[in-house]
């Protein structure tokens, strides 16, 4: 054969190969990891990399849980149900009772983490074309769990001056339309770290019953909320059995990410009936997760407590050095661990990527989220970037320097129009 | 208000109430559990019921392996790498070798079960609308799984007589239309126990290498082959790297079902890109469940001899006793832990919930899984059910003794056409 044939042969891959799903290929990359090689090769050259980039706590899992597992494990490791074992959900019952939340056993599913939880929701809420209004920026991956769904998630906006507080109710109001039917939240926010006050949660709700629409809460960082700030779950709201849906997990609270437990609350029992349907296919939530859950939350206060202090100190440290840096805007966040912050610079992307490839201080350099990726409006968070809090303070201190340094020398910095301000995340 | 129209409100369910999704009201009950609240009630009533109904060995857990788990614990259950542990994968490719399939890490990404491999397999191969091949009678989940990925079962008819053998390879020929994409197989076969032949596979991955078709292969019971049968994995099959996808999981093999540990074994690097893309939105699969699952993969060779020792005595006991019952058809089934008969019976729904409701022997009951919910073709395997070999032999005994009784004097016994054969349900 002809060299221009093989090179043909080569070029268009004719050996038979069936053709993937257009769905599958255009199913979004996770915004999180697509720097990873990136970061793999920054470490292979000896560079240290701070990883602010995933919410990857470096916080212990509770040790005691831990030790404690052996002791629990049955002789067989079988399917729980369904729905999870019946004497987690019941400890679950008495967890969500600490934030005057009542609900039964029976209105907790659990699932394999929130991911799983928020995925069959918006399978069982919506149908293919129908549309969730989210606030933005928000966690990423809603983009993905909305694609696999064929759910279209309408934006609306939050500004960082104000610290990323939920736009007006009759914002919510006016973007409703003949396909929306559903409002998806999360509280306190992954990634800008805001907090909702009751009144504006409540409001939400209200609009939900008056539009028939389900209002979805995310509330896996509801553990961490600062300065006294109470949280209030959507499932203390009154009046709303029917469309409040709270998506939980342990992942953050007990820094136990691969226990994969997270869990739906909602007192809708037919959205329930068709949940369990869902959850029946895939048989049961992990095993050993579901018994190491019950065991971190028999004794958990003081851990919490001790969590919520590291957080909340790494917190103000973020915070007091990014208002030292010149041109960065930024803001007290209420909750979570995350902070989403404006920088002088042409391009997030481009500055991950440059942080990781071209740039080291002292030998190490740090790995943020570009902003684009929590956005669903094109060209939205250019200059935008999610910092997570998962290093201890030490550590943190060195990334904060790092950054600092990187500002000042990067190649497309650029001062924004709005100058540094610096607000409460809280509403 | 007048009594007539508080009971319409009642009945109208006037309260504001989001409406569900149409798919998710359409999404197949799992028929392994629908009998569920009939089970319960008559162990309520004191009736002791022999579950055969589901495949949930009682076989325990390698007891070592539990034993050492809490050694291999690390003081962060984090998430894992989207495609599971290297370490764990690393192991794997030595299990796999053990079957002649030579595989690298990177060629196996690990899934939360054969659930969740199917699932994303089914999204990443196939567009909604578009078909896969599936023999029928098949693992009744199958239905949920392409109901959920919009993917359309065309099922070919396997007939009892011929102990659930394939069809020829010229009816799935036949039945590839202009939408057929795949053809998606369980070997050995749950629930029939077949096990398919060498060149049966292999002249089916030669018709999915002509036709571009995806061969898409569940080999959970791989172990479980009887008769010095020797199991052929489709990824030992040649010249189909593109083709073959292996659905695996441990949950039979280590009688582990809670674990939540599968995986997708493909050589297509493309399809592994976009299931990539998948697994990452999920973030990762358990991780308490993937360091039980390396401690067992280390030492496993006695246990599984002794497991499948004792499924083979249960095997010959129960086709023993089902020859010696008039009017039964069976067969040996030559793998799994199932045998899928056919009964002297009107309707199986109405026999399993007779079963539950109205009848014991000796104070206990059988509780069985009716056949229809094992095809996509209506009518079919009504007077057909599964069992499942997951008691011990005394017990199992016992069952037997139920179901004997049983079909003597169930009201709607009725004797088939076909009078019982028996015969080999290895091909």
Redesign the interface.
Known sequence: MPIELLIFAAVANL???????????H????P??KLAPLADKAKASGVKVYHLN?G??????P?VA??Q??AR?E??????P?EGNMSLRQKMVDYYARYDVRVTPEEIMVM??A??AL?LSL??????G?EVLVPEPFYA?YN??AH?AQVRIKPLSCQIEAGFALPPVAAFADAIGPRT??ILLCNPNNPTGAVYAPETLGALGTL???R???LIVDEVYREFCYDGATFVSALSLPDLA??VVVIDSVSKRY??????IGAVVTR?A??RE??G??A???????????W?TEIMLEDDMAYLQEVKAEYNRRRGMVYERLAQMEGVTSYLPGGAFYCFARFPIDDAERFCRWLLEDFSHEGATVMLSPGPGFYATPGRGRDEVRMAFVLDCTHLAHAMDCLEKALEIYPGRQLPLSTSIACSGAE
Request: net charge positive.
């Open positions: 050996a038979p190969m069936p053709s993937l799903s257009e769905r599958g290929r199913t979004p990359f996770s999180f990891r995933i990857q706590p470096d916080i212990l899992t040790p831990m030790q597992l052996s494990l002789p067989i490791l079988a399917y729980s369904a394999t983490g991911s799983e995925q399978f069982a809420c919506f149908n293919p129908e991956n993905g769990f696999i039917r559903g939900a019953r008056q028939d629409l389900f029917d469309q820094s136990a990410c691969g226990a994969r809708n037919a959205l068709v949940l349907r869902y029946r296919l895939r048989l049961s939530p992990p095993g050993l997760g579901q190491l």
